[in-house]
């Protein structure tokens, strides 16, 4: 019999999760709007179920242009409107202005670092602690718990799968050695 990690088993009906959990949780993002979106997505997590953001996460692909970072650093106080009328995402003010605000940060790290991507390889490894302290100067709507579940889902931070997962071993041999260490 196949040991998955524990959420999983406790949520054994559940595709969502399941699907998640074996094909995008833990494994490294290359691509700045991914590695974006995840952020985005964890930020709306917040004080909710992830099964909740997992239902509606097309729907916030749909609203936010792909997560296109350029294009989301440059909403008006029209598309904040658009995006708070809309029934198929988290209608939070502090949620969709952390989108993007964070967007508008990640392109001014892009001119010194040339990619979200490459400021977070260039910090890393940090511990949690380090990570939570510099999200929190960099970014807004960034505490612990959301920095945490970014950089483990991303693969910054070990922890996303239990070492008797099939997935463990799936995503450790899809990541630089480097990658999955922590302080």
């Known amino acids: 019999m196949t040991t998955y990690c524990d959420y999983c088993n406790s949520h054994p009906q559940d595709t969502f999760n399941k699907v998640y959990h074996d094909t995008q949780y833990g494994f490294p993002l290359d ?6 979106e995840r952020l985005v997505l964890e930020i ?4 909710l179920s992830w ?18 970072i ?3 650093a440059n909403y008006t106080e029209n598309d904040r409107a ?9 209608r939070n003010r502090l949620k969709v202005n952390a989108a993007i605000v964070n967007a508008q940060k990640i392109l001014e790290l892009k001119k010194e670092f ?14 949690k602690e380090e990570w939570t302290k ?5 970014f807004i709507f960034t505490g612990g718990e959301i920095v945490n579940e970014f950089l483990m889902s991303t693969g910054y931070l ?6 008797a997962c099939p997935i463990y071993k799936k995503v450790a041999s899809l990541r630089p050695a480097w990658m999955g260490q922590s302080k």
């Open 44 to 47: 709306n997590q917040a004080g």
């Open 158 to 163: 070990a922890g996303a799968h239990e070492t």
């Open 82 to 90: 658009r995006l708070l009328e809309d029934a198929g995402i988290i």
């Open 134 to 138: 510099l999200f929190k100067k960099t």
């Open 31 to 36: 691509s700045d709007d991914q590695l974006f």
């Open 114 to 127: 040339g990619s979200f991507k490459e400021w977070l390889d260039k910090h890393h490894p940090l511990t």
């Open 70 to 72: 350029e294009k989301i």
């Open 51 to 68: 099964i909740t953001i997992l239902k509606k996460a097309e729907n916030f692909h749909k609203a936010y242009d792909g997560f296109k």
